[in-house]
Each structure stands twice: as C-alpha cells, then as structure tokens.
C-alpha cells in the first residue's frame, strides 16, 4: 500500500506538524523524527497516547497543526487515528511501520486525507547525517529518497 504523490507534497506543505507517539520513552524506529523535522525547518509538537502528564496527550491539544505523523505500534494505529480525528486534525501521515489497514479506512471514511505506506524522512530532506547517496538509513526503510524533491512552499 502507498499514497499517490499529491496527498503527500499537500502534507509536506503544511509548516505545523504533531508527532503522535505512545509514550515519552517509547522509540520511533531509533529516531528523533521530531528532531530531525524541525532541523529541516518545520515547526513541531509531540503528543502521546499514554503519559501521566494529562497536558502531553493527544486528546489534550491545544494548539492547531496541518497535520499529524503517526509513530506508534501498528497495534495502537486505529486508536491514534480516532484520536487525531477526534482533536481536528485534518491531515495524518501514518509512518510506514504503523500503517494498520483500519486505521487508513476510518481516514478515508472521515475524508481525512493520509499519507501511509512510506516514511516521511524519505520526503524530506532533512540535514541529517542518515541522509547520504541519496538514501534514507532509518532503520526501517532505507529507500530511495525521492527523485525529484517535493518543492515545499
């Protein structure tokens, strides 16, 4: 399963993005996607499903954002997504490890557009030093990064 190219550069395009994890110490694929976004010049927030922290939660989100990226367990997807929706969210990009097929149906019932079956670190071109010869080194892809980069204006 994948996204057709328009869906994801709309993403791209948004500057305000929420990183949706399980929790504080769980990892997303070994990486600081949030870190490695905002080097690129993206403004970030992090929310998680599960902290003690109430005011860290998804469900407590305050600030608006163009759009979520989804890094939990595939076995947390579908909640995530509810919860995304839930809080007004009306772009999701669900990272390529946790891209459930439910949860990409219950997007496309609600009409809210996702991105799923790729990683955004292949997108974007992050000043990273994961990024060299033209390939992505999270641990989960490492696929070719786009051809023609995605003209985020």
Known sequence: MTTDRRT??????????????????????????????????????????????????????????????????????????????????????????CDEKAAIELCERQGIPVVYGECILTWVRVTSARFFGGHCHCPTCRHRVAQQPVQIT
Do not use: N
């Open 8 to 97: 994801v550069e709309d993403f791209l395009r948004h500057r305000r993005l929420l990183l949706v994890r399980l929790s504080p110490s769980s990892p997303v694929q070994g990486l600081r996607l949030d870190e490695e976004l905002a080097a690129y010049g993206y403004d970030m927030a992090v929310a998680y499903l599960e902290d003690a922290l109430p005011d860290s939660r998804l469900t407590a989100l305050k600030d608006a954002v163009g759009g979520a990226i989804i890094a939990v367990p595939r076995s947390q997807c579908e909640r995530a997504v509810r919860e995304a929706i839930s809080a007004g969210i009306s772009g999701l990009w669900l990272q390529r490890t």
